[in-house]
Structure formats: structure tokens, C-alpha cells
């Protein structure tokens, strides 16, 4: 069992920045990717940004591209997501997630991870 804490959340005014924070623990695999997904109110869950276990690898969704950093640190078997310049429609549960490492395939897919945290709320006013 991988068991995966987000922390950080909270309420922003629009403009500003907030940063997430994920750690995995337990039975984690020996290389894996980690990711960020957002559920916005009354929206499906979408990607937000992965960092691959190659560690050079990040991937971004065009909505926050330019504006959130996604970085990881594998000793502390944790990723980090900065946000940057932050918007009412950034306003949204955030999710971590953890995979086995695949080579990069589908990392936007949310079916594509197995374990998950619980979710941290950011809400951004205006």
C-alpha cells in the first residue's frame, strides 16, 4: 500500500501564490511518477502538471503552463507544485498521485494512477 498526504491548501486572493506540498510513504515502487489533478466545483477531475521519476521530465496543463512549477525531490519521496499568478478558476481540490514509472506514457490520465491522496482544497477570490 502507497499512502500519499497533500498539504497546503487554503485561500488566496487572485494574484498571488500558494504552494503544495506531497509525500508518499509506504510500499512505494522503486521508480514512480508522481502528479498533480484538480477537481474544480461541479467539474470533472483534469491534469495540472507531473514531474516523471527521471526527474527531468515535467509535463503541464495549458491552463497553468507558465504559472505553476511542478519539482520533486526523491529522497524525501516527495513533489512539490508551486502556483504562481493564481485565478478564480484555479479555484479547485487538488489531488496528488503516484504511479509505477511507465517511460512517460499517459500522464495526463488520471486511470492511469493507482494511489491518491485525499485532497487539498484551494480556493483563489477575486
Do not use: H, I
Request: aromatic residues 12%; glycine residues 10%; charged residues 20%.
Amino acid at each position: 500500500q502507497v499512502q500519499v498526504v497533500e498539504s497546503g491548501g487554503g485561500l488566496v486572493p487572485a494574484g498571488g501564490s500558494m504552494r503544495l506540498s506531497c509525500t508518499a510513504s509506504g510500499r512505494t515502487f522503486s521508480r514512480y511518477d508522481m502528479a498533480w489533478f484538480r477537481q474544480p466545483p461541479g467539474k470533472e477531475r483534469e491534469f495540472v502538471a507531473s514531474a516523471l521519476w527521471a526527474g527531468r521530465s515535467t509535463y503541464y496543463s495549458d491552463s497553468v503552463e507558465g504559472r505553476f512549477t511542478v519539482s520533486r525531490d526523491n529522497a524525501k519521496n516527495t513533489v512539490y507544485l508551486q502556483m504562481n499568478s493564481l485565478k478564480p478558476e484555479d479555484t479547485a481540490v487538488y489531488y496528488c498521485a503516484v504511479r509505477a514509472y511507465n517511460g512517460g506514457f499517459n500522464v495526463r490520465l488520471p486511470a492511469e494512477y493507482r494511489s491518491w491522496g485525499q485532497g487539498t482544497q484551494v480556493t483563489v477570490s477575486s
